[in-house]
């Protein structure tokens, strides 16, 4: 049997190497969105590692956010959570170091080897390694977010674990980091409705519906509507009750699995079980050991990487025939869930409902499983009304590059249909994952910004490999073929292959955005270098920050606190009563101090010990206040929820940025729209970095001893938050600013200059009092603009230099933090060695 959910102790306890010439890479073994992983060799350790490359390029998020991931991810500390053992930044890319699962992601093996699904035992044994995990990460304050047999990982034993944990996720979802801009991802099968939704914002629960639907994937070898383009698949999850094994084909399941899955697919989150309480259930009784897994599903594979490459080729040639990547067996299995409706939540509307989709059978178009990702700063939400249902399922299905106006996403409350807002309105980025998912992205909103397709990844294939034992360039890095598996094909690669396929999208969703509206189309361009120069300034930041030093941990953000939730949501149909109502985790900012060692041994103290770790012990003995974990609904009027985002209210004023699209054309418009400078006001609010003792004591810290650096480290921790957070102001400011600088187009300023030369003229002139008289109004107006326009450009000087500085010193604590960090580790290693050897 496997081991029980505790802590796993970090046994080997050592520093990777932090620079890739350490690292050998051999083939690719897993391709995510954002990330390409590899096989490799660890030289330091003669050890077999894999290595995530993540493109900063092609992610929309910031470093902080990256950062804090990673960071995140190397605390982790559970049997049945990859973890990271180290991540660094190589050229633009960041490397996640972590431990190698040989046998790949149960999709991979499904795909391989049994399409059908597995058998009862394996999946229970699967889901409970999984739900371990999810306990674990829930426990500590995480959501995972993206749970589905893609990311749970089988070792060569037959050890299960949950991996892209952190990293990929906050890719796309970086909560309300602005430069961000709130974009949301998740891949649309396996996203629970509130989360498509983002009305109340959303909770670990989301990771319960995620964990049923991977149940009903692992059952069936795919997710529930995983042929149908993304909104469809958001369509109906919203509007059909949730799927469950309720069909012929699926007789052959005990009566606990079907149980277990109704539990999870229930649409009121707070109905559903924690993950706690769930792996009591009875169906995980059925477990087995690893050994079992190991016979059961991985006996007779050919390596990862081997298969990896047999699937890329496959869904080449398919993608060559342009035949359906799906069988006959899975359409009818998809159509089975449309159509169906589960025991547990049959509803009359829905009925009604499914019988106006059945006839869209025949117009699906995308086959394949899409990962969707919603911009929320674009994001319009409009008042619930009560409207006849309306399907827009069709044209979503038929023009998914097309921006769709408001679909009316239904949704059921008791009695009646309540269109939600959801706007959605066009894919933005397409491609395909290893296993031969196209990951679709769309944005919701109307579209202010330039449409984002990702640069192709920096690991582009160069040519076929040149000999057995000499790396490929793979960009900027060597691969290496090692003895055990064949070097893989660069030729005619399914890369090259969704290439020529992306640039037909991309030349489609050109197309489509000729016909947008104009002013949005120049807001676009205006925001175009500013974006370029955001990208440029975070791999400076990157390798200024990660450079070659370790990932600091970081716990503050891993606090968790149980709360009650006010929940004013509409009952959904099919909610089991009773269960778990309430008690909710929140999700937490990881944007926290870095913590001690006694800080990170508590941590693992703690969770070791299995206790609910509370706010108080995991903030150091502080007392969290209690403003900080209350729901929506308690909290102060300063403070507002934003989808599932709590915006204070110094934020709210940069909520709203004033609309590109909107082009200000008159000075009347400007002195209207312009929003207040918040620049004082968020400055004060922000922590007043240079009079901050803690800050005048680190700034002294350079010449100082070892043992008085490590007993800073305390003060040290308090102050990174607050660095952070003025790190963010400034950055809000700054983009605050360049949008009202951007707002005012070239035309406006040269009208602004001609109306000055005229007043000029008319002030010299008495003869025409009338026109006088106007000028002087313009003049006035004018005087007034370009006021706005120096102080907000002296303000912007002032900003940007302000937060050159913060940053600098950001980056020098975080180095001296390292240092001190390193030092510490280094004596514990030492003092352990010597332990040992006294023994
Ligand atoms: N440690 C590992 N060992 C072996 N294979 C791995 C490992 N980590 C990831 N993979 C493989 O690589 C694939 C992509 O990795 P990952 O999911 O982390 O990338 P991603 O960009 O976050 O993708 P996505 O967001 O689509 O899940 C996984 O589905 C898995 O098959």
Redesign the pocket.
């Known amino acids: 049997m496997p081991t029980g959910g505790g802590l796993v102790l970090d046994a080997n306890k050592r520093s990777y190497p932090l620079v890739a010439s350490e690292y050998k890479l051999f083939e690719e073994?897993?391709?995510?969105?954002?990330?390409?992983?590899y096989?490799a060799h660890c030289v330091t350790f003669n050890e077999i590692?894999?290595i995530?490359s993540?493109d900063l390029e092609k992610c929309n998020s910031n470093l902080d956010d990256i950062r804090r991931e990673a960071q995140t991810m190397s605390l982790i500390n559970h049997q049945n959570v990859?973890k990271a053992y180290c991540s660094f930044v190589v050229g633009q890319n960041l490397w996640v170091v972590?431990?190698?699962?040989?046998?790949?992601?149960c999709?991979?093996i499904m795909k391989a080897a049994h399409p059908e699904g597995f058998d009862e035992p394996v999946i229970a044994t699967v889901l409970k390694e999984s739900l371990k995990a999810l306990e674990y990460l829930h426990r500590h304050g995480h959501i995972h977010r993206?749970v589905?047999a893609?990311?749970i990982?089988v070792d060569s034993n037959g050890s299960v674990?949950l991996?892209?944990f952190g990293?990929?996720?906050c890719?796309f979802d970086t909560g309300d980091r602005q430069r961000s801009r709130n974009t949301f991802?998740g891949?649309p099968c396996w996203m629970a409705p509130e989360v498509m939704e983002q009305l109340h914002g959303y909770d670990f629960k989301a990771d319960i519906w995620s964990f049923g639907i991977t149940a009903l994937e692992l059952a069936h070898g795919h997710a529930p509507f995983s042929k149908y383009p993304p909104m469809k698949v958001l369509l109906m999850t919203l509007q059909n009750a949730p799927p469950g094994l309720d069909y012929e084909r699926d007789k052959k399941f005990s009566k606990s699995f079907k149980e277990m899955i109704a539990m999870c697919l229930v649409k009121d989150p707070a109905k559903r079980p924690t993950a706690e309480k769930l792996l009591r259930h009875s169906f995980f009784k059925q477990a087995r050991s690893f050994d079992y897994i190991s016979r059961h599903i991985l006996d007779g594979l050919p390596p990862?990487g081997e298969r990896?490459k047999t699937l890329k080729i496959k869904d080449a040639n398919r993608l060559a025939q342009k035949i359906q990547p799906y069988d006959e067996q899975e359409a009818q299995s998809q159509n089975e869930y449309k159509r169906g409706v589960s025991a547990w939540n049959f509803n009359i509307e829905d009925l009604k409902a499914q019988a106006a989709l059945i006839q869209d059978d025949d117009e699906v178009l995308e086959p394949k499983p899409l990962?969707v990702a919603i911009d929320k700063d674009v994001e319009e939400v409009l008042p619930p009304q009560v409207t006849p249902v309306k399907d827009d399922t069709k044209d979503a299905a038929l023009s998914p590059l097309s921006p769709l106006a408001q679909p009316a996403l239904s949704h059921e409350s008791s009695s009646e249909r309540i269109q939600l807002p959801v706007t959605i309105h066009s894919i933005i980025a397409e491609t395909t994952?290893?296993?031969g998912?196209r990951?679709t992205r769309v944005r919701s909103g109307p579209l202010p910004n330039p449409v984002q397709q990702p640069k192709s990844a920096n690991v582009a294939r160069t040519g076929p490999p040149s000999g057995r034992k000499e790396p490929k360039h793979i960009g900027r890095f060597d691969v290496w073929d090692d003895h055990d598996v064949e070097s893989p094909s660069w030729h005619g690669s399914p890369k090259e292959s969704r290439k020529s396929e992306e640039t037909r999208r991309e030349r489609e969703d050109k197309e489509q955005r000729k016909g947008d509206d104009r002013d949005r189309k120049e807001g676009r361009e205006q925001r175009r270098p500013d974006e370029r120069s955001e990208r440029d300034e975070m791999r400076r930041v990157a390798s200024a920050t990660f450079g070659s030093e370790r990932v600091l941990s970081s716990i503050r953000g891993l606090t968790m606190d149980d709360r009650d939730r006010d929940r004013d949501k509409d009952q959904r149909q099919g909610g089991r009563s009773g269960e778990d109502s309430g008690r909710m985790h929140r999700e937490r900012s990881f944007n926290g101090p870095v913590s001690s060692n006694s800080e990170r041994s508590s941590f693992d103290q703690k969770s070791t010990n299995g206790l609910a770790t509370t706010s108080r012990q995991l903030s150091g003995g502080k007392e969290v206040s209690d403003d900080k974990v209350k729901a929506p609904a308690q909290k102060g009027p300063g403070v507002l929820q934003k989808g599932r985002f709590s915006v204070t209210s110094d934020d709210t004023d940069f909520e709203e940025p004033p609309h590109l699209s909107s082009r200000w054309t008159s000075n009347a418009q400007v002195s209207q729209h312009a929003p207040p400078l918040q620049h004082s006001s968020s400055l004060q609010h922000a922590p007043s970095l240079p009079h901050s003792p803690s800050l005048q004591h680190m700034s002294s810290l350079g010449g100082q001893t070892t043992q008085q650096s490590s007993q800073i480290t305390a003060p040290i921790a308090a102050i990174i938050p607050q660095l952070q957070q003025i790190l963010q102001h400034g950055q809000k400011q700054q983009d605050n600013i360049m949008h009202l600088i951007q707002s005012l187009s070239p035309q406006d300023i040269v009208s602004l200059h001609s109306v000055n030369s005229m007043s000029r003229f008319s002030r010299t002139s008495s003869a025409n009092s009338a026109v006088e008289h106007s000028v002087e109004v313009s003049t006035d107006r004018e005087r007034e603009l370009l006021h706005q326009v120096s102080d907000l450009q002296s303000r912007m000087a002032t900003l940007v230099d302000e937060l050159q500085t913060v940053k600098l010193r950001n980056v020098q604590l975080e180095r001296q933090l390292n240092a001190i960090y390193n030092k510490e580790e280094e004596e514990r290693i030492r003092k352990e060695e010597a332990a040992k050897d006294d023994r």
């Open positions: 073994v897993g391709q995510g969105v954002s990330a390409t992983v096989r590692v894999a995530k993540l990859v972590m431990p190698y699962m040989a046998g790949g992601s999709l991979h993206d589905k893609g990311n990982l674990k991996g892209d990293v990929s996720a890719m991802v891949t990862l990896v990962k994952n290893d296993a998912e990951v």
